[in-house]
């Protein structure tokens, strides 16, 4: 019972991966929803700690740091 934990902590980042991406998977295939399934709930963990990442950043980054038109580069 003591690695149950992660197990759920996996599955609330799973969920809440899923309910981000489930929008645009809605207009795919059966067989392109399960490989999208199965996709994000493996990397779930890996996509929510970007988007937790990404979201720190937004905080503290001026607006537009996130765009690709290389104007902190110059």
Known sequence: MEGAWWLILWA???IL???EYSPDAAEI?????????FT????????????????ILD???????DDD???FRR
Do not use: C, H, N, R
């Open 12 to 14: 609330v980042m799973a």
């Open 17 to 19: 991966t899923l309910v």
């Open 29 to 37: 295939s059966l067989v392109g929803k399960i490989v999208v399934f």
């Open 40 to 55: 994000l709930t493996i990397g779930a963990p890996v996509l929510f700690m970007y988007s937790a990442i990404k979201e």
């Open 59 to 65: 905080l503290y980054m001026p607006e537009g740091w």
């Open 69 to 71: 038109d290389d104007q």
